[in-house]
């Protein structure tokens, strides 16, 4: 009898080892930088506005020119005292510090220009900064009483005083001209208590720095003509601001700006008929290109 052919000898056939595919990864597009897309936004559906805006500021508050207005630690602790108080106010509350704490030191002159809104401080010597942080916080409200917000002014003034010497060894802020514009203001951030906007103010006005600071003012002309989008902070404005300027044109749109919100562009009632900014201006003509 012939043999049946029994297959193969090593049982059932084993398939070849195959690695299981791979589905591409697809990347995660990166999402948009906001400050960067508005302001090729605003480039594009409402040109030339930055610099019609600024035109038409100098039209009728001409074009200021940066002049030092204080040492750095008397201008950030006079804008910590400007802080929810009109500046004539915080200008009686940094004289008394002078008077309370003389330094000896020579006078400086204060130049506020435009963008103050009080009448500018006397001629005089900075306050002695070590016998200020050394002063009882009781003491210190007291003295700076007449700014407004005594108690909580006091102890920010106290705790920046602390950080400063702490980090540096003095009161000194002269430094931060050695700085990169945006280091410096990260660096004053940095303290609880600073921020954007005081930070801005000081190297700003005590060193040129090309930064833009907003106060109330500024925001309310800027969202009113639609410079910045409507959910823009006042926070977040600072570097939309950044990114629309040219950095020889911050200190101009700060004091112009400022300006106009307090003299024209009030909040309550604002001059429309004396406005130069009306024909391209959101809050007068809402379709306005």
């Known amino acids: 009898m012939a043999a049946r052919d029994a297959g193969p000898a090593s049982g059932p056939a084993r398939r070849p080892n195959r690695r299981p595919s791979r589905q591409p990864t697809r990347r995660k597009r990166r999402a948009p930088d906001p400050i960067t897309a508005w302001v090729k936004r605003l480039d594009r559906t409402r040109p030339d506005l930055v ?3 600024l035109d038409a500021l100098a039209s009728i508050h001409g074009r ?7 040492d750095p630690t008397s201008e950030l602790i006079l804008t910590i005292l400007t802080q929810n108080s009109a500046d004539i106010n915080a200008e009686k509350a940094f004289e008394a510090l002078r008077a309370a704490y003389p330094s000896g030191l020579p006078a400086e002159r204060h130049n506020p220009g435009r963008g103050w809104g009080g009448a500018g401080l006397p001629d005089g010597a ?6 200020v942080e050394r002063a009882p916080l009781e003491e210190l409200v007291e003295v700076i009483r007449p700014g407004g917000l005594p108690n909580q002014k006091a102890k920010g003034i106290l705790a920046t005083l602390r950080a400063i010497r702490e980090r540096r060894g003095d009161h000194s802020l002269e430094f931060l001209a050695d700085l990169p514009a945006l280091e410096a203001r990260d660096w004053l951030t940095s303290i609880s208590g600073i921020g954007k906007k005081t930070a801005s103010v000081l190297l700003m006005f005590s060193f040129g720095m090309p930064l833009m600071a907003v106060d109330r003012h500024v925001d309310r002309v800027a969202h009113r003509v639609g410079l910045l989008p409507k959910k823009a902070s006042a926070d977040d404005a600072h570097d939309y601001f950044l990114a629309m300027l040219q950095p020889d044109e911050m200190y101009e749109a700060h004091v112009n700006l400022i300006h106009h919100g307090r ?3 009030q909040a309550r009632s604002p001059k429309h008929d004396l406005c130069p900014l009306r024909d391209r201006c959101r809050f007068v ?3 306005a290109s």
Request: hydrophobic share 35%.
């Open 64 to 70: 200021p020119t940066w002049e030092r207005r204080l």
């Open 263 to 265: 003299v024209i562009c």
């Open 285 to 287: 003509d809402p379709a």
């Open 126 to 131: 900075p306050p002695d900064w070590d016998a």
């Open 51 to 53: 610099r019609d805006v």
